[in-house]
Structures are given as structure tokens and as C-alpha cells.
């Protein structure tokens, strides 16, 4: 098949890849002249294992190209994938959709009347109705517009592209369903589950199911809260319920909390829809979702705070910045917010990350930045750890040890061995846990 991917972005730009690599002739549309030229040259604007290989190959197997705009290349492709940002609307929780119906527009006079449009945006529920109306008066033709949610999480984003658990449509005809299933054939002959929805409720899987494993997250650390003042293990609790085969123990980590690009900005968007909807109640309790994840960063700040007393002139290693080991995403990251607020205090921050330093460097150019891990903590009065990289969990606490200028650690994330870092003279704090002295 020919497809058009608009929108070059995360998600744009790994699911081009992933079509190209399911063998299909695809083109890539992205305004922004910088990434455009990048990817032209195989080179991704974010960081993604696995991705930039991915994406050399299909490079030179001429299955990708990549244009500005819309022309009788992209014009002819049979099916089109609308993946542009719907980022939190300025002075609102709503969700933009301006993007969206940008992309809409422009694609519009392209079309063909048998193509396919699908639309991977996660978007409030409603928005694919109103896209294939403006859509329909400028083609003058009913247009064949589908939504087919994305389920990325960065880090794993090419594999979850093609090895989904499921993939979710939701069509007016059949006709769009049948030019979906047969892209995605290749996978579906792997025996992954094809649902086919309405369109309201393909709108609404990715928000609830963000929704949910915010609620989750929230939920064991509203239970570590409790654990700190009561003497409880919330890493033992959450262990313990995860056998329960009705809760599982994915999404049960206490710790700093969740952010990104997603979760956070989705559940105040569905908050916000259900608003207008005239149900707003029915999702209020995402309002203490989003404030107890809040709060965990709170914590941090806190606990560092009784460490150090006058934080001014301290000297504080943030381990890990962005929001999620394996991506360089600052977007809304918990650890970049802690290392931001110690700074704004008066605190030396010094931040190690193993790919997010010259992001970093972009956006909060403060902060001091360290790429070798033994120099970043030293001369430390505290370490914090707020990213989950394998090589924090692997590090020598006795080599960090030696450097470092008082031996307090804040394990943000709960992924140290405490015994091993205890035993190399280290206090151990950790969010829910009664391990405070070393």
C-alpha cells in the first residue's frame, strides 16, 4: 500500500517507520524545515532505542521519503495517518486540537474519494465528528475518516508498533476498516486482536486507559504517603497486592510519580471534555490523581530540604532527567521540576543523564550538567535519583561513595538495593519506605 504519515513528531515519525518496515511505500509530511531536513539524512530529533537503526534501513530501501507538504506524491497514497500533537491548551486543561484540524484541511484538497484517513492523535471524544464534517465540505465528498488510536510508550515505541497488544479502529463504513486491516496485516497475521469500535469510543480507549494507569500510579502513592507516617513498606504493600490477579503489579511502583507527554496532559484534557460533555462529575476523581502525583514531587523537595536545611549553596546531583529511563523527553518530568525548584532555591544542581543532557541544555540551561557519572556526584552533600536508568541501578555505591561529600541519597524511583548502598556507609531515602538510616 501507499501511506501518508502527517506529522513527524514521536508518534509520526515511529509509526512512519514502522509502516515502511511492514513493506509499505510510505511519505512522511512534516512542516518544520529542521526536522525535516534530519530525517531526510536518517537522523532522529529525539532519542528512541532501536528507532534511528529502523530507520537507516528503510532509508535505503527507498520504502520512506519525506516531503514539507502535500503534492501528487502523498495525493496518491491510499491511506493517511493523521499523527500531529493535541498538546494542553494554553490557560485551560483542554486539549488543542487545532493541529489537528490544520492537518485536515491541508490533506483535504489532496484527496481521493476511496482513500482512508485515520486519525492517531489522541483527541477528546467528539473531535473525529467534527474533523470529518469540515473535512466532507471541502472535498465535497463523504470522507472516509477512521480513528486509530496509538498505544506508544517511549522507550519501547518500535516494538509496541509492531508487536501491539491490540489494534483499536473505529470506522462509519467498512470500507475504511478494510483499508486499515490490510495495512496492518502483517501484524494481525501474528494473531494480535483487531477491534473494531464506533468512532466515539475509539476516541475515548487512549484517554481511559492513560486515565486508569494514572489512577494507578496515583493509588500506591497515595499508599506510600500513608506508609511514611505509619512505619508501612509501600514497596512491600504494592508487591503484596500485586498478586491479586484483579490488581497486578504493573503500575505499582512508588516513587516520584508519573509525567511526559501523555499521562499528565490527558487526564486533565479528559477532565476537561467531560466537562463539557455536562459529566465532569464522573471524572473528578482525576482531580486527586493529578494532586497526589503532584505532591510526590513536593515530597522530594521536602525531604531534601531536612537533609541539607538552607538548601543555598548545597551542592545537589540530580540522577536522571527526563521523565522515563530510555527517552531523552523532559516534557512535565518530575525530576526536571525537583532539580528546577532546588535551583531556583539557591541550590548547585548538577544533573547526569545518559541522553538528555543536550536537551537539557535547550531548556533549562541553569542547571549544571555532567555527563561522567563519577564526577557528577562529586563533592555532593545529596544525591537524588529521579530517572530509572539501568546504570543507576547498576552503580558502584562504593565508588560514588568516595567522591561524594556526605553519603544521603533520595532514591526517587525505589530501584536502588538498599542493603548494597547501605553497607557502603550510605543513608538511604525512599519515598514510602521506613529505610532512612544507613
Known amino acids: 500500500m501507499k501511506v501518508s504519515v502527517i506529522g513527524l513528531g514521536y508518534l509520526g515519525a515511529t509509526h512512519a517507520v514502522a509502516m515502511a518496515e511492514l513493506g509499505h511505500e510510505v511519505v512522511g509530511l512534516e512542516p518544520d524545515p529542521k526536522k525535516l531536513e534530519a530525517l531526510k539524512a536518517g537522523v532522529l530529533p529525539f532519542h528512541e532505542p532501536g528507532l534511528d537503526e529502523a530507520l537507516s534501513?528503510?532509508?535505503?530501501?527507498?520504502?520512506?521519503?519525506?516531503?514539507?507538504?502535500?503534492?501528487?506524491?502523498?495525493?496518491?497514497?491510499?491511506?493517511?495517518?493523521?499523527?500531529?500533537?493535541?498538546?494542553?491548551?494554553?490557560?485551560?486543561?483542554?486539549?488543542?486540537?487545532?493541529?489537528?484540524?490544520?492537518?485536515?484541511?491541508?490533506?483535504?484538497?489532496?484527496?481521493?474519494p476511496d482513500a482512508?484517513?485515520?486519525?492517531?492523535?489522541?483527541?477528546?471524544?467528539?473531535?473525529?465528528?467534527?474533523?470529518?464534517?469540515?473535512?466532507?465540505?471541502?472535498?465535497?465528498?463523504?470522507?472516509?475518516?477512521?480513528?486509530?488510536?496509538?498505544?506508544?510508550?517511549?522507550?519501547?515505541?518500535?516494538?509496541?508498533?509492531?508487536?501491539?497488544?491490540?489494534?483499536?479502529?473505529?470506522?462509519?463504513?467498512?470500507?475504511?476498516?478494510?483499508?486499515?486491516?490490510?495495512?496492518?496485516?502483517?501484524?494481525?497475521?501474528?494473531?494480535?486482536?483487531?477491534?473494531?469500535?464506533?468512532?466515539?469510543?475509539?476516541?475515548?480507549?487512549?484517554?481511559?486507559?492513560?486515565?486508569?494507569?494514572?489512577?494507578?500510579?496515583?493509588?500506591?502513592?497515595?499508599?506510600?504517603?500513608?506508609?511514611?507516617?505509619?512505619?508501612?513498606?509501600?514497596?512491600?504493600?504494592?508487591?503484596?497486592?500485586?498478586?491479586?490477579?484483579?490488581?497486578?503489579?504493573?503500575?505499582?511502583?512508588?516513587?516520584?510519580?508519573?509525567?511526559?507527554?501523555?499521562?499528565?496532559?490527558?487526564?486533565?484534557?479528559?477532565?476537561?471534555?467531560?466537562?463539557?460533555?455536562?459529566?465532569?462529575?464522573?471524572?473528578?476523581?482525576?482531580?486527586?490523581?493529578?494532586?497526589?502525583?503532584?505532591?510526590?514531587?513536593?515530597?522530594?523537595?521536602?525531604?531534601?530540604?531536612?537533609?541539607?536545611?538552607?538548601?543555598r549553596g548545597k551542592r545537589v546531583t540530580m540522577l536522571g532527567i527526563s521523565f522515563k529511563p530510555d527517552s531523552d523527553d523532559l516534557r512535565d518530568s518530575p525530576a526536571l521540576e525537583i532539580a528546577q525548584r532546588l535551583s531556583r532555591e539557591g541550590a548547585e544542581v548538577t544533573v547526569h543523564d545518559p541522553v538528555s543532557l543536550s536537551a537539557l541544555a535547550e531548556k533549562e540551561p541553569a542547571l549544571g550538567r555532567e555527563a561522567d557519572l563519577v564526577e557528577a556526584v562529586r563533592e555532593a552533600d545529596l544525591v537524588i535519583l529521579g530517572t530509572e536508568w539501568k546504570q543507576y541501578k547498576d552503580a558502584d555505591p562504593h565508588a560514588l561513595g568516595a567522591v561524594v561529600a556526605n553519603k544521603t541519597v533520595i532514591d526517587g524511583r525505589n530501584v536502588l538495593d538498599v542493603a548494597a548502598w547501605q553497607s557502603a556507609g550510605w543513608k538511604v531515602i525512599a519515598l514510602g519506605r521506613s529505610i532512612q538510616n544507613g
Open 57 to 112: 534501513r528503510v532509508l535505503k530501501t527507498g520504502k520512506i521519503t519525506f516531503q514539507a507538504e502535500h503534492n501528487h506524491h502523498s495525493a496518491s497514497a491510499d491511506l493517511h495517518f493523521i499523527c500531529v500533537g493535541t498538546p494542553q491548551r494554553s490557560g485551560s486543561d483542554a486539549a488543542d486540537t487545532s493541529y489537528v484540524m490544520a492537518a485536515a484541511k491541508a490533506l483535504a484538497p489532496h484527496l481521493r
Open 116 to 311: 482512508v484517513v485515520a486519525g492517531k492523535s489522541t483527541v477528546p471524544v467528539g473531535t473525529a465528528t467534527e474533523l470529518q464534517k469540515v473535512m466532507t465540505e471541502i472535498t465535497g465528498f463523504d470522507v472516509n475518516l477512521a480513528w486509530n488510536p496509538e498505544f506508544l510508550r517511549e522507550g519501547t515505541a518500535l516494538e509496541d508498533s509492531l508487536r501491539p497488544d491490540r489494534i483499536v479502529v473505529g470506522a462509519w463504513n467498512e470500507h475504511s476498516v478494510e483499508v486499515i486491516k490490510a495495512a496492518y496485516a502483517p501484524i494481525l497475521n501474528l494473531g494480535t486482536p483487531f477491534l473494531v469500535l464506533d468512532v466515539p469510543t475509539a476516541e475515548l480507549v487512549k484517554v481511559a486507559a492513560n486515565a486508569f494507569l494514572a489512577t494507578k500510579i496515583s493509588f500506591i502513592n497515595a499508599m506510600a504517603e500513608v506508609a511514611e507516617v505509619s512505619g508501612a513498606d509501600a514497596v512491600s504493600l504494592a508487591k503484596a497486592i500485586g498478586y491479586d490477579e484483579r490488581i497486578g503489579n504493573k503500575f505499582l511502583r512508588t516513587g516520584i510519580g508519573f509525567g511526559g507527554g501523555c499521562l499528565p496532559k490527558d487526564i486533565r484534557g479528559f477532565m476537561a471534555r467531560a466537562e463539557e460533555l455536562g459529566v465532569g462529575s464522573a471524572v473528578e476523581f482525576l482531580k486527586d490523581v493529578d494532586a497526589i502525583n503532584l505532591r510526590r514531587r513536593d515530597k522530594v523537595v521536602a525531604l531534601a530540604k531536612s537533609e541539607l536545611g538552607d538548601v
